[in-house]
């Protein structure tokens, strides 16, 4: 026990800055998370914290039953902070289209009634603060794992956020979307790969290399689309207007495929500068060769990635599809085309990104004629 205390002091005065960085990161998240759970005073919609929940089963009908809530609880903020609210609520028991709320929950409500006994309509839960709560184990996880980096990485996150919903802004004054598609997919990449990889020949050949890649796969997909039938759009779901349908599939197909060319481009550049660095005399034969092998290696998890990705998105949709007796075949044919597109273009672009971000690096390195060919 003594030899573990000491070994603890010895790595507490070797590392004390780091140390005191990290715990400071961690209390500042902790204090976040509990700050965000108390901001009901931001909200202009009155706000309750459920204080007691009593259920009863109201009907049954077929395999779904149907719940009641009888809620009690204190309202947070508005003129009538502080005072107790009766509420009632209904929920099934798949909880497809509600919810059942729990002791502790904070809910946003309307439709408040003045009474001795204040009552209202619940109009939804409010999730900021399990929102901050994974928002902070996230921000620890990149810490912990790529140390002072990870402050680069949340900047990444926090400076793609704001960009994309300045991008939202100038949609609505009517600005065309792919135009705009276009120019966040470049910023995307270019600020991404700079804060998270420095300024360095790395990162400008993986910039380079992704941008390269997205190009010609959205060529590919221009020549497709002009030389076939194209798509019906009308399978497009959530959409109101049909006036810039094919530009929002488009910009989707640019920001699905994105991240994961972006890693496939990283991934080759960083590949083609360690060996580099390890041996300065390597052949451009060996690097094509070992870059090669290094893509292989990476395509298949990378390409199912892409399909993890679309299909975790798809699955309650298809279960609930299925369980009212659509079938597999219609589902994926008629119902979830687009994802299918999506998913194959984006498996396009990372076979695409493989060689086009090998060459790119092998030329940012001097290219061919500044390595030996044999």
Same mark, same amino acid.
């Given at each position: 026990?003594?030899?573990?205390?000491?070994?603890?002091?010895?790595?507490?005065?070797?590392? #004390? #800055?780091?140390?005191?960085?990290?715990?400071?990161?961690?209390?500042?998240?902790?204090?976040?998370?509990?700050?965000?759970?108390?901001?009901?005073?931001?909200?202009?919609?009155?706000?309750?914290?459920?204080?007691?929940?009593?259920? $009863?089963?109201?009907?049954?009908?077929?395999?779904?039953?149907?719940?009641?809530?009888?809620?009690?609880?204190?309202?947070?903020?508005?003129?009538?902070?502080?005072?107790?609210?009766?509420?009632?609520?209904?929920?099934?028991?798949?909880?497809?289209?509600?919810?059942?709320?729990?002791?502790?929950?904070?809910?946003?409500?309307?439709?408040?009634?003045?009474?001795?006994?204040?009552?209202?309509?619940?109009?939804?839960?409010?999730?900021?603060?399990?929102?901050?709560?994974?928002?902070?184990?996230?921000?620890?996880?990149?810490?912990?794992?790529?140390?002072?980096?990870?402050?680069?990485?949340?900047?990444?996150?926090?400076?793609?956020?704001?960009?994309?919903?300045?991008?939202?802004?100038?949609?609505?004054?009517?600005?065309?979307?792919?135009?705009?598609?276009?120019?966040?997919?470049?910023?995307?990449?270019?600020?991404?790969?700079?804060?998270?990889?420095?300024?360095?020949?790395?990162?400008?050949?993986?910039?380079?290399?992704?941008?390269?890649?997205?190009?010609?796969?959205?060529?590919?997909?221009?020549?497709?689309? #002009?030389?076939?039938?194209?798509?019906?759009?009308?399978?497009?779901?959530?959409?109101? $207007?049909?006036?810039?349908?094919?530009?929002?599939?488009?910009?989707?197909?640019?920001?699905?495929?994105?991240?994961?060319?972006?890693?496939?481009?990283?991934?080759?550049?960083?590949?083609?500068?360690?060996?580099?660095?390890?041996?300065?005399?390597?052949?451009?034969?060996?690097?094509?060769? $070992?870059?090669?092998?290094?893509?292989?290696?990476?395509?298949?998890?990378?390409?199912?990635?892409?399909?993890?990705?679309?299909?975790?998105?798809?699955?309650?949709?298809?279960?609930?599809?299925? #369980?009212?007796?659509?079938?597999?075949?219609?589902?994926?044919?008629?119902?979830?085309?687009?994802?299918?597109?999506?998913?194959?273009?984006?498996?396009?672009?990372?076979?695409?990104?493989?060689?086009?971000?090998?060459?790119?690096?092998?030329?940012?390195?001097?290219?061919?004629?500044?390595?030996?060919?044999?």
């Amino acid at each position: 026990m003594r030899d573990i205390m000491a070994q603890g002091k010895v790595f507490f005065v070797a590392h #004390k #800055k780091r140390v005191f960085f990290y715990l400071g990161i961690l209390v500042l998240l902790s204090v976040a998370v509990v700050v965000v759970g108390q901001d009901g005073f931001l909200y202009k919609i009155p706000v309750v914290r459920i204080t007691e929940v009593e259920n $009863s089963c109201q009907k049954t009908v077929g395999t779904e039953q149907s719940y009641s809530q009888k809620i009690t609880g204190v309202l947070v903020n508005g003129q009538w902070k502080g005072r107790e609210i009766r509420l009632n609520h209904e929920y099934s028991s798949s909880q497809v289209y509600d919810e059942e709320y729990r002791k502790g929950d904070q809910v946003f409500v309307s439709k408040i009634v003045p009474g001795d006994i204040l009552s209202g309509h619940i109009s939804g839960l409010k999730r900021d603060q399990s929102f901050a709560m994974l928002l902070a184990l996230f921000f620890c996880g990149v810490l912990f794992v790529t140390g002072k980096k990870g402050i680069f990485v949340a900047l990444s996150l926090f400076f793609n956020v704001f960009i994309f919903l300045q991008v939202l802004v100038f949609y609505e004054k009517g600005i065309d979307f792919f135009f705009l598609s276009n120019i966040l997919m470049v910023l995307f990449a270019v600020f991404s790969l700079l804060l998270v990889s420095g300024f360095n020949r790395k990162t400008g050949a993986a910039i380079v290399g992704t941008l390269c890649s997205i190009g010609l796969t959205m060529l590919l997909f221009f020549l497709t689309m #002009k030389n076939t039938g194209g798509v019906d759009y009308g399978f497009m779901e959530y959409l109101s $207007s049909h006036d810039d349908l094919p530009q929002i599939f488009m910009a989707q197909i640019l920001f699905g495929g994105l991240g994961a060319t972006m890693d496939v481009s990283i991934t080759m550049s960083s590949t083609i500068n360690e060996l580099l660095y390890k041996d300065k005399g390597i052949s451009a034969r060996a690097l094509l060769r $070992s870059g090669r092998e290094v893509g292989h290696d990476i395509m298949g998890t990378m390409i199912n990635v892409m399909l993890f990705a679309y299909v975790s998105g798809e699955i309650p949709v298809m279960l609930l599809k299925m #369980k009212n007796h659509i079938s597999l075949v219609t589902i994926v044919s008629q119902h979830i085309p687009f994802e299918v597109y999506r998913f194959l273009l984006g498996g396009i672009g990372i076979l695409i990104a493989i060689p086009v971000s090998l060459g790119v690096s092998l030329f940012f390195w001097k290219g061919v004629g500044g390595l030996r060919q044999k």
